[in-house]
């Protein structure tokens, strides 16, 4: 199993970026999906969720900002991420479950990624 998560970067506030992270070793459409974010000296906390029937779930912080997305036939689960803010900078990491709940918590996720850097410059 290998899940590549790709599409951070450097990006003023108020700028937008798109993270992508495409799985393979697994049957992906059976997956929920979930982006993570881990900031220095903070716990990986989930930021949004996206189950196997494409129901979403979004932390109240990036709520009307972030939407989770996911193609089964390109095997890719997606972050469009607009008005950024320096509070959302963070390692983002991608993460697979078999449990079908968008909003559970990491525990129940099985499957990682290797992060990718977001830095949000003020």
């Known amino acids: 199993v290998q899940l590549q998560a790709s599409g951070g970067g450097l990006v003023q506030a108020g700028g937008s970026l798109r993270l992508s992270c495409a799985a393979s070793?697994?049957?992906?459409?059976?997956?929920?999906w979930g982006w993570f974010r881990q900031a220095p000296g903070k716990q990986r906390e989930l930021v949004a969720g996206i189950d196997r029937g494409s129901m979403t779930h979004y932390a109240d912080s990036v709520k009307g900002r972030f939407t989770i997305s996911r193609d089964n036939a390109k095997s890719t689960v997606y972050l469009q991420m607009n008005s950024l803010i320096p509070e959302d900078t963070a390692v983002y990491y991608c993460?697979?479950?078999?449990?079908?709940?968008?909003?559970?918590?990491?525990?129940?996720?099985?499957?990682w990624g290797q992060g990718t850097l977001v830095t949000v410059s003020s």
């Open positions: 070793g697994l049957t992906f459409s059976i997956y929920t």
């Open positions: 993460g697979g479950s078999l449990w079908n709940i968008a909003s559970q918590p990491r525990e129940r996720y099985d499957e």
